[in-house]
């Protein structure tokens, strides 16, 4: 049974502000030991069971590569089987569970977690439902599909929330970044279309365009090259123009995760009073109500 009342809008806020989403704590009961397990990695309890999902989806994407390797699938086709069904089994457990003990279950299947844990576990029951999915969709298909169970790991690891809100605090400067290069490859690869022409390769301006980002990125795959000597000025400006442009959107997202950094990172801490989230280590009081926090222990479970 969950619960529909209208979360927090001061806990909401601080959740956000503390870069985390905003699901609901429950108040009490089982749905509160769950969820204190489950979303509270502070805990020893909370910390095992991230432990386990972590070992869980090492062991699924080991699987899934074995899976796809002839020989090995020839002789262990049916261990390979079952043991995808258990990891199958066990995610779809761990995908209820987080439903079932969130405030606002709605929410959390609409967030990029609850969407990545959704498809941990659809593409195996796709597999077995649809009895003509073979004609439809080819299954290896279904077989990348879990390998989207890496991503599962973005729930543990504080440091992939970290880059991806460098990444978002930087969009508008990439955004912007980006523009510029496609400015610039479409201005020379028209050069070079206009400079070597058809007799060259170049047939078109897609063409030139497709050579001026092959060698700007530095790749150079050597399908098409200049032929004169003021194409091979222009490929060589190209890249020394290259080796610069790659190292601004590494400057940007650096810097911006440096600044995250120097934000104090949240933690899952949780007022008592008013239930908001993402308190740091030090606090004594929670800072939407003022309220007196319980001590911070990292080796502690949650009541």
């Not at 004609?135 to 991806?164: M, N, P, S, W």
């Amino acid at each position: 049974m969950t619960d529909d009342r209208a979360p927090d809008p001061q806990a909401a806020a601080a959740v956000r502000d503390a870069g985390l989403p905003y699901f609901g704590r429950p108040e009490q009961g089982w749905r509160l030991r769950m969820y204190t397990i489950i979303f509270e990695a502070d805990t020893r309890a909370g910390r095992w069971f991230d432990l386990g999902l972590i070992a869980a989806i090492v062991m699924s994407l080991t699987v899934v590569v074995l899976d796809s390797m002839a020989a090995v699938h020839a002789v262990y086709a049916r261990e390979l089987w079952l043991l995808e069904w258990v990891f199958t089994l066990t995610f779809t457990v761990e995908y209820i569970a987080r439903l079932a003990c969130v405030r606002h279950p709605g929410t959390y299947a609409r967030s990029a977690f609850g969407i990545i844990d959704l498809l941990a576990v659809l593409p195996t029951y796709v597999a077995l439902l649809v009895p003509g999915v073979n004609a439809l969709i080819d299954v290896r298909v279904l077989r990348l599909l879990r390998v989207f169970r890496i991503l599962k790991l973005t729930h543990y690891v504080a440091e992939f929330g970290a880059l991806g809100r460098a990444l978002a605090a930087s969009r508008r400067k990439i955004l912007v970044f980006m523009s510029f290069v496609m400015l610039v490859v479409l201005v020379m690869g028209t050069l070079m279309y206009v400079v070597e022409g058809p007799e060259h390769g170049y047939t078109s301006i897609p063409v030139g365009v497709y050579w001026a980002i092959t060698t700007m990125t530095t790749v150079g795959f050597g399908d098409i090259t200049p032929q004169t000597d003021l194409g091979r000025i222009i490929a060589s400006i190209m890249m020394l123009v290259g080796w610069g442009t790659l190292a601004v959107p590494t400057g940007i997202v650096s810097a911006e995760f440096t600044a995250q950094r120097m934000h104090r990172e949240p933690t899952t801490r949780t007022c008592h009073e008013c239930l908001s989230e993402g308190h740091a280590p030090s606090a004594r009081f929670c800072r939407d109500c003022g309220a007196a926090l319980p001590p911070y222990r990292r080796d502690s479970a949650t009541a």
